[in-house]
């Protein structure tokens, strides 16, 4: 069973930074597309950036320029740099893999998301 492991998640103030990893640990043959979504309350879950596997990356029009997101492809790990916080930002973010294993095949794994409050 894959299990996608977020941390980093917290309050901070306007205008601060925050950075989010997500880790697939176990027993992967390959991890394709990666990403970020995020869900404030009483609003639908949104995507926030994407990455392919081979570096490709797309990103919500509000976040370009602030968020970015990378991945480590050794450690089947994405990141989610977050600069220049708003109020806006608050949301539970959750990360999510295309992944490959050798008795499931291919399949969408979630994390269980972490909390992301911006507030002074």
């Known amino acids: 069973q894959v299990q996608l492991v977020e941390s980093g998640g917290g309050l901070v103030q306007p205008g601060g930074s925050l950075r989010l990893p997500c880790a697939a640990p176990g027993s992967i043959t390959r991890v394709d597309a990666m990403g970020w979504y995020r869900q404030a309350p009483g609003k639908q879950r949104e995507l926030v950036a994407g990455?392919?596997?081979?570096?490709?990356?797309n990103y919500a029009d509000a976040m370009k320029g602030r968020f970015t997101v990378s991945r480590d492809n050794a450690k089947n790990t994405v990141y989610l740099q977050m600069n220049s916080l708003k109020a806006e930002d608050t949301a539970v973010y959750y990360c999510?893999?295309?992944?490959?294993?050798?008795?499931?095949?291919?399949?969408?794994?979630w994390g269980q998301g972490t909390q992301v409050t911006v507030s002074s």
């Open positions: 999510n893999a295309d992944i490959l294993t050798f008795y499931r095949g291919k399949n969408t794994y």
């Open positions: 990455i392919t596997n081979g570096g490709n990356t």
